[in-house]
Nanobody
Framework: QVQVAESEGGLVPAGGSRRLVCKDRRSIRSVFSCKTMAWYRQAPGKQRDLVAQIASDRTTNYADFVKGRFTISRDNSNKKVFLQMSGLEPEDTAVYYC????????????WGQGTQVTVSS
């Protein structure tokens, strides 16, 4: 059964924008609101890398490569996490994953199927 469902990826022209959506199905709303959530991405032949994270108090952190271009946000009432991407580049092409982080910033071992983002030149 899917525990975290990522969606809204697709084909985007270079310089374009896209908003990814993560729907959490693991926790009730009161528990979800206390979790740190994160977006990762994995390009073909490369490791899965942390892109952005948002804590329960809504503080955020970003990988240097996407800082200033991507924005992570959350909607606790609907148990959703968003990744607003702008100024997309071909090197942003990857499968994007959402996951929960523990107190030490470690993601859970069970990953969703991710959503494919392809940026054309």
């Amino acid at each position: 059964q899917v525990q975290v469902a990522e969606s809204e990826g697709g084909l985007v022209p270079a310089g374009g924008s896209r908003r990814l959506v993560c729907k959490d199905r693991r926790s009730i709303r009161s528990v979800f609101s206390c979790k740190t959530m994160a977006w990762y991405r994995q390009a073909p032949g490369k490791q899965r890398d942390l892109v952005a994270q948002i804590a329960s108090d809504r503080t955020t952190n970003y990988a240097d490569f996407v800082k200033g271009r991507f924005t992570i946000s959350r909607d606790n009432s609907n148990k959703k996490v968003f990744l607003q991407m702008s100024g997309l580049e071909p090197e942003d092409t990857a499968v994007y994953y959402c996951n929960e982080l523990d107190e030490w910033g470690k993601p859970r071992n069970d990953w969703g199927q991710g959503t494919q983002v392809t940026v054309s030149s």
